[in-house]
């Protein structure tokens, strides 16, 4: 019996380079790359060229696209609106387009499409972006529920865990500490944080599952920067008084808005899949053994 096809873009991201990793073996993978590959037969695409699009999965005829591809960057979409649209929200319906001969889309959301006012989160909560990135990302879904009949929604949050050359909060915090640098870190700023191979293992079981609309798949546990931080630190044995807490207000770095809590609830992802959403503790303790091996 043949693999099915699966098309992961963005797979030299933190999160499409776990999938496709994740996927070998029980997949016939393509990775798709905008800039640097990351996998041998990566293959360059720009998801904002609706021809490119087109074409590569009418050669491919992939039954299964997992779309990371995105401009994450919140500050830079708040500068560069109509670049990061364009990423966001025209690469997002090129690809969901494409999708239209069969083919299943899961598409990666974010948590910060909510006001953070109320926290925890449920999907059938009212979603009310407060910067430009989540503006995108919440129309780029619109745009997978409009134009793809067979489709998953897995919204995130604050994706961590090792990559070749991208830096996450995780890894910037362990690369500041291990070089004895103190740092400054918001302690009423509230996510799920979320280990990106948990998330990949996640997305993945959503295939053979054939789940179908909105879900939250994150970490399953609501923690502040700061305390995250200080986990982290704690995790790879490294100096918790070098970090120092600040509040949202006092931070002038930030030039988009980011919502105070926007922590997510996994009860209805967790209720579908073998794959449980891991709490901080679980995550770092696969982080630091992955480190070791």
Known sequence: ?????????????????????????????TPLHSAHPLHSGSLKLDVTDRKQVLNLFSTLEPDVIIHTASETN??????????????????????????KAGAKLIYISTDYVF???KGDYK???TPNPINYYAVTK?????????????????????????????RNFATWVTNELKQNKEITVVEDHYNTP????????????????????????CGSERIGRYEF?????????????????????????????RPRDSSLNTDKIRSQLEAKPLN??????????EAET
């Open 74 to 99: 919140v500050d830079k979409c708040e500068i560069q609106k109509e670049n990061a649209w364009k990423i966001n929200v025209e690469g997002t319906r090129n690809i969901a387009e494409a999708c």
């Open 194 to 217: 979320t280990l990106a191979d948990n998330l990949a293992e996640m997305a993945i079981e959503a295939i053979p599952k054939d789940l179908e609309g909105v879900y939250h798949a």
């Open 229 to 257: 931080a200080r986990q982290i630190a704690r995790a790879f044995d490294l100096n918790q008084n070098l970090i120092r807490p600040i509040k949202m207000e006092q931070l002038t770095a930030w030039i988009a808005k």
């Open 115 to 117: 006001d953070g006012r």
């Open 280 to 289: 901080i503790t679980e995550g770092l303790d696969r982080m630091k053994k």
């Open 138 to 166: 919440l129309e780029g879904e619109k745009q997978v529920i409009q134009n793809c009949e067979n489709f998953a929604i897995l919204r995130t949050s604050v994706l961590y865990g090792w990559h070749p050359f991208k």
């Open 1 to 29: 019996m043949s693999k099915m096809k699966l098309l992961v873009t963005g797979a030299s991201g933190l999160l499409g380079n776990k999938i496709v990793k994740t996927a070998n073996g029980n997949y016939d993978v």
């Open 123 to 125: 999907e059938d909560d």
